[in-house]
């Protein structure tokens, strides 16, 4: 009996020493995914971004109406060429393929590069803004409640507002 008020008296006290550390610590918390988009700077970035798309959709469109017009003439006069001919002619066809392929695999990482690239200072600016509002709040601690960030409840203060209102958006 002595043991488990002993227990009980160390479990009341564990549990009442965590909860002054927690009331501590501030905590917010932030989107910091709808932030970004907020941002003016995420606008130009995203058609320029969609600008490089289109050109690269162009060239590819141009590429498939070449290699088609190719395999068109090619099926046309295939009776009229000898086998070691249409041989060649399919040969050639299949590397502009994967000339093709090759290109579309290309422009896809560089418009992943470009995004990233153009990303970069939009979001390292709007860390900046987060931690000056945090800090001049008083929170420790801001977590993302993005989508997918973990954070399954964000009821405490939220910056999103504060964080606009320094960048002026």
């Known amino acids: 009996m002595k043991n488990l008020k002993s227990l009980l008296f160390a479990a009341a006290l564990i549990i009442g020493a965590s909860s002054f550390m927690s009331a501590q610590s501030k905590v917010a918390h932030i989107n910091k995914e709808e932030l970004v988009k907020a941002m003016p700077a995420y606008a130009v970035a ?3 971004v969609e600008k490089l798309g289109k050109t690269y959709q162009a060239q590819i469109q141009d590429s498939l109406k070449e290699l088609d017009a190719k395999l068109k003439q090619y099926n046309a006069e295939a ?3 000898t086998q070691e001919e249409n041989q060649r002619r399919m040969e050639e066809v299949e590397g502009m ?3 093709l392929a090759q290109f579309q695999q290309n ?7 470009k995004e990233i690239d153009l990303l970069k200072p939009i979001v390292e600016e709007a860390n900046k803004a987060i931690q000056t509002v945090a800090k001049a ?10 989508a997918g960030n973990g954070v399954l409840l964000a009821e405490g ?13």
């Open 46 to 48: 995203q058609a320029e």
């Open 79 to 81: 009776e009229a060429q």
């Open 97 to 99: 393929k994967q000339s």
């Open 107 to 113: 422009a896809q990482q560089d418009m992943q590069k």
């Open 137 to 146: 709040q008083g929170f420790q601690y801001v977590i993302d409640s993005s």
């Open 157 to 169: 203060t939220d910056l999103l507002p504060a964080v606009k209102k320094e960048l002026g958006i």
